[in-house]
């Protein structure tokens, strides 16, 4: 199954249709995630569509014609606002800091670690014979034992829905929890000691590892991971979204699906197969 953003539906509706009348002036909300379907012919499957769907025709670039049943936006309600008496997200995270537990991602050059509630450090080995030289900087360090007691009168804030903070990860606004790892190694270009902001984020499956690593501003940097342990929170689970579904149905003797589309497909098949091989 593939969801679409708004966008990309779009996108994908202009590339098929010749003459779409569009209002760009309108804002697009990459938060509603659309999946196109091409079930087949509309007699065969017209229960399919959802109650009140708008029909639209398009016509490919090769003359191919499809009748697109376009649905209103189904959302899950939002549960969010019920009452939560549970630890707040310090205290689920405060396992993780007691842990001492440490992740590393590794890129051309540098590698990365961030030992949770400790430090974040890069660091380059090379071997000279049986030498290892050792090229290191740590990006920031925060104690989670002495911090702790510091870091209640924040959270107490962050456990507010209105006080969250949200990061755009694939196309979702995802709320998260941000330690401030400051006192890292004296920046050359500034003179002033580097900074690490640690964004912690619910992923149910994750093994809070380091989803990605940026440099903000000079020797200041973000570091985003993914965790579990903030996901008992109803607050920082994602938002889920019913699906929105939209099936395009062949008309006259136009294929199940548009022939272009279905050598793109193939295209993409062979180029992950020759990545991976």
Same mark, same amino acid.
């Given at each position: 199954?593939?969801?679409? +953003?708004?966008?990309?539906?779009?996108v994908?509706? !202009?590339?098929l249709?010749?003459?779409l009348?569009v209002?760009?002036?309108?804002g697009f909300?990459?938060?509603?995630?659309?999946?196109?379907?091409w079930p087949?012919?509309i007699?065969?499957l017209?229960?399919?569509?959802v109650?009140?769907? $708008?029909?639209m025709f398009?016509?490919?670039?090769t003359?191919?014609?499809?009748k697109?049943?376009?649905?209103p936006v189904l @959302?899950?309600?939002?549960?969010?606002s019920?009452p939560?008496?549970?630890p707040g997200p310090? $205290?689920? !995270?405060?396992?993780l800091?007691?842990?001492a @537990?440490c =992740?590393?991602?590794?890129?051309?050059?540098?590698?990365?670690?961030?030992?949770?509630?400790?430090?974040?450090?890069?660091?380059?080995?090379?071997?000279?014979?049986?030498s290892? #030289?050792? @090229? $290191?900087?740590f !990006?920031?360090?925060?104690?989670w034992k002495t911090e702790?007691?510091k870091?209640e009168?924040a959270?107490?804030?962050?456990?507010?829905a209105?006080h969250?903070q949200y #990061?755009k990860i694939?196309?979702?606004?995802? +709320?998260?929890?941000?330690?401030e790892?400051?006192d890292g190694?004296?920046?050359d270009l500034n003179?002033e000691p580097?900074?690490?902001?640690?964004l912690?984020?619910?992923y149910?499956h994750?093994?809070?590892a380091?989803? =990605?690593l940026?440099?903000?501003?000079?020797?200041?940097y973000?570091?985003?991971?993914l965790t579990p342990n903030?996901?008992s929170?109803?607050?920082f689970?994602?938002q889920?979204?019913g699906?929105?579904?939209?099936?395009c149905y062949p008309?006259?003797?136009a294929?199940?699906?548009?022939?272009?589309?279905?050598a793109? $497909?193939v295209?993409s098949m #062979? !180029?992950r197969?020759q990545k991976l091989?």
């Amino acid at each position: 199954m593939i969801l679409f +953003p708004k966008e990309v539906v779009f996108v994908v509706c !202009l590339h098929l249709v010749a003459g779409l009348d569009v209002d760009f002036n309108k804002g697009f909300d990459d938060n509603i995630l659309y999946k196109i379907n091409w079930p087949g012919k509309i007699d065969d499957l017209q229960e399919q569509d959802v109650e009140g769907a $708008e029909p639209m025709f398009v016509t490919t670039s090769t003359k191919e014609k499809y009748k697109c049943m376009i649905p209103p936006v189904l @959302q899950k309600e939002d549960t969010s606002s019920a009452p939560y008496q549970g630890p707040g997200p310090l $205290e689920l !995270l405060t396992p993780l800091f007691a842990s001492a @537990q440490c =992740s590393i991602r590794i890129e051309s050059y540098w590698t990365y670690e961030v030992c949770h509630g400790q430090y974040v450090k890069q660091f380059h080995e090379e071997r000279d014979g049986k030498s290892v #030289k050792t @090229q $290191e900087y740590f !990006l920031g360090k925060w104690d989670w034992k002495t911090e702790t007691n510091k870091e209640e009168s924040a959270e107490v804030n962050q456990d507010n829905a209105d006080h969250l903070q949200y #990061k755009k990860i694939d196309s979702l606004n995802l +709320p998260y929890f941000e330690v401030e790892m400051g006192d890292g190694t004296i920046c050359d270009l500034n003179n002033e000691p580097r900074v690490t902001k640690v964004l912690y984020v619910c992923y149910a499956h994750g093994k809070n590892a380091i989803y =990605s690593l940026k440099e903000t501003s000079t020797c200041n940097y973000e570091m985003i991971i993914l965790t579990p342990n903030l996901c008992s929170h109803p607050k920082f689970r994602p938002q889920e979204t019913g699906d929105n579904n939209i099936n395009c149905y062949p008309v006259g003797t136009a294929p199940q699906k548009p022939r272009n589309l279905l050598a793109m $497909e193939v295209e993409s098949m #062979k !180029l992950r197969y020759q990545k991976l091989s």
